[in-house]
């Protein structure tokens, strides 16, 4: 295996991406949510919680999975991921209606678990084969994650029509294992000797513990970033079919707000990286949240598709920081332990899926939904302001 990786080192590329294609569940959760209150009786608030507790245990599982990644090697961490993610998607067929708790603890929990073992495991195995390349690596496969969105979204809305959401997670649950299996028992980190061939000098001179990171100025500025960018996004994204048609579209219109945001999504994915290799990341981070800012504005009073293509714009944004996330993680704190690393920075995505909608509803401030966006976007970009090199190379 390892000799053929060595020749075809873009085949991590390829698995990565057939993996985080079947895995972006966040990104497609509108069209899930339907079936789901309609299925299992639950209420508007409690089947969009579905998706801050996904993102929650995402966050959580991040720094679990980063830990596994580093310390077993991403095929354990992959499969670990892959186990969880069946489990949670083969429970919600048998669940109880009228018990969002049991939904949140069988599914959310299980399927935001997996999906944080599965992203660190593709993301920083394809680092360290890329490490010359990092933007464009983690672009790629990012690209993926935002295409899952528009792809999990003509599955879903199949597999309901024609068998309903219940059977429908079931049969999920049997492709995401069989992809995602076969995915993670081909990942495998290269040789010390093979990295250092890509290495040259590129590699920061110092490669950050934990208790390291924790420590630095920098940790708490980005993971606050992190936080912050999530309002604009997901206190909409869950239900955003019903924006769409409370906006003068058509139920069936409405669903090209979930497809063109996934296109949006994927879009900021490839190419953000990327352009962070040249502009450096902390020049294209505050870029975008600056247009998250201006387009969670734009986003108060737009009507029909113009809401569409504004949230489009959106999705670009908050889908492109996030793929830079990975690469800054390592430009700051080194490529060693990458895997915990960024399982702690994307704690701050967790903290902000939760905490924002939760504040939303128990403060009822639905009203506030895009000054909140705002503001949090305009607060990420003073933070990333202040953000300084710990490597002698820019960021």
Known sequence: ??????????????????IQILTGIPSAWGVFQGPVRQEYGFEE???????????????????IGG?????????????????????????AGFLPAQKPWAFYLGFSVPVGLGCAFLYPAVMSCAQKWYVDKKGMATGIIGGAVGFSGAALTFLVRWLTNSWGIR??????????????????????????SEQANTTKQTTPKQDYTVGQMLKTKQYWLVTASVALATPAVLLFSPIIIQMGQERGLSEQAAYWAIILGAVGSAAGRLTMPALSD???????DILLFIGLAGFSFAFIGVQSWWMIGVYTALTFCYAGQAAVLPSLCTDLFGIKNTGVNYGFLALGMGVGSIGFPLAVRLLHLEEARHSIAIGAALAAVVCLWQLKPTQSKKI
């Not at 295996?1 to 991406?17: V, Y």
């Not at 997670?169 to 995401?176: P, V």
């Open 67 to 91: 830990y596994l990644q580093d310390r077993f090697g991403p095929r354990m961490a992959g499969l670990a991921g892959t186990l969880l993610l069946t489990a949670g998607f083969v429970t």
């Open 45 to 63: 608030s409690a089947a969009s919680f579905i998706l801050s507790c996904i993102i929650g245990a995402f966050g959580v599982g991040g720094v």
């Open 1 to 18: 295996m390892e000799e053929f990786l060595k020749r075809h080192r873009w085949s991590i590329l390829a698995t990565g991406a057939a």
């Open 167 to 192: 059977s429908g997670f079931w049969i999920m649950g049997a492709i995401l294992f069989l992809v995602c299996a076969i995915g993670s028992s081909l990942l495998q980190n290269p040789t010390k």
């Open 278 to 284: 040249k502009l450096g990341r902390k020049p294209v």
